[in-house]
């Protein structure tokens, strides 16, 4: 669905879907978390679920939709 209005600076909002539950979040963090695993983009609550007693968990950062200039 195509809506005109008019103007160009539609805001552009990057999404970045969950490497667990594949929902996009606006938030994501960037973790390791299996032993031969790359960094994936995890949501919150996924990354509650992976963390406790994880021992190759690693934390590589916030991704965020909206960046700061
Ligand atoms: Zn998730």
Redesign the pocket.
């Known amino acids: 669905m195509l809506i005109e209005n008019g103007s160009q600076r539609a805001s552009r909002v990057r999404s970045k879907s ?6 996009e ?1 606006p938030v994501l963090y960037r973790v390791k978390h299996q032993l031969a695993g790359d960094w994936e983009f ?2 919150r ?2 990354l509650e679920e992976v963390r406790p007693g994880n021992v190759h968990y690693q934390y590589g950062g916030t991704w965020k939709s909206h960046k700061r200039r």
């Open positions: 969950c490497g667990r539950c594949q929902r979040f995890l949501c609550p996924c």
